[in-house]
């Protein structure tokens, strides 16, 4: 197929001159953006399925033979866009995503109460075996034996590590604001 024409003797109205691209844009656009338009059911999904089947007859128009070869291209080209954009809905519709047990959003950290500000701040100033103790058994909710196994430590280690760093976040915090410090529970059944 050839390539748009420069050449002044071709007229647009010469049945006989080959067609061009913006020629077959011309003439097919509009029926082929119906036919994805029944396909996807969104007129704006359905122009972007056509316009990539142009651009990608653009790119193999010197391997085409004729304008049916052209027009054939173009008509797979709709419905394989059509299936991927339909894939695509129906991959985004059956997505769910994991659920995240106490997980806290960007949002819910920036506005923590001071409290767990403080406590934030206490627990990165602890050595970080006793941070991790901490944490596993007051974040992740692990038993002493959960925290022995995850650690490698025994379970008389876990709960003498987990009492001086809560001897540790306490002392932290006393010395932080010695008026509120009463309120705060360390784990010892306030």
Request: net charge neutral; no cysteine; glycine share 6%.
């Amino acid at each position: 197929m050839p390539v748009p024409d420069s050449n002044p003797d071709t007229t647009a109205g010469d049945s006989d001159a080959p067609k061009t691209l913006a020629d077959l844009y011309a003439e097919h656009r509009a029926r082929l953006v119906r036919l994805a338009v029944l396909l996807v059911d969104q007129q704006a999904t359905a122009e972007d399925v056509v316009q990539e089947a142009f651009t990608g007859l653009h790119r193999h128009w010197g391997g085409l033979r004729d304008e049916q070869a052209a027009l054939g291209y173009l008509r797979t080209a709709v419905v394989n866009g059509s299936r991927s954009v339909l894939r695509r809905r129906r991959t985004a519709r059956d997505y769910v995503p994991p659920h995240m047990v106490n997980a806290r959003s960007a949002e819910s950290l920036a506005i923590l109460s001071v409290e767990h500000q403080a406590v934030v701040v206490a627990l990165r100033q602890l050595p970080a075996r006793q941070r991790e103790v901490l944490v596993l058994r007051y974040y992740a909710g692990m038993s002493e034996a959960e925290i022995a196994e995850t650690t490698g430590i025994s379970k008389g280690a876990v709960k003498s590590t987990a009492s001086r760093a809560l001897a540790s976040v306490e002392k932290v915090l006393r010395a932080a604001d010695p008026v509120d410090s009463d309120s705060f529970d360390f784990g010892r059944g306030a």
